[in-house]
């Protein structure tokens, strides 16, 4: 079995794990309609968009901002 093999099974593996990981969620309880970051109400436009949402709007996009942050710079 050469590298490329070898690559090509990871990546099922991992796209089968990152599946299976959405899926559950997907499954799981509606978001509890309390922000996870900083206590406050999710917006009920978000809620009704996104059942499963764990963030307000503005954290949501703090936290977005940031992980564009770390691929485009790297950890710090």
């Known amino acids: 079995m050469d590298d490329i093999d ?3 099974e990871r990546v099922e ?3 089968a794990v990152a599946l299976k990981a959405v899926l559950d ?3 799981g309880p509606a978001s ?6 900083c206590g406050c109400s ?3 436009e978000r809620l009704q968009a996104n ?3 764990r ?7 703090e936290i977005e901002a940031e992980t564009r942050r770390k ?3 790297g950890p710090r």
């Open 71 to 73: 691929n485009r710079c």
């Open 13 to 15: 593996a991992f796209n």
């Open 25 to 27: 969620r997907m499954a």
């Open 42 to 44: 999710i917006e009920d």
């Open 6 to 8: 070898c690559a090509a």
């Open 32 to 37: 509890s309609g309390t922000c996870r970051a």
């Open 55 to 61: 963030h307000c709007r503005e954290c949501a996009d």
């Open 51 to 53: 059942p499963h949402a």
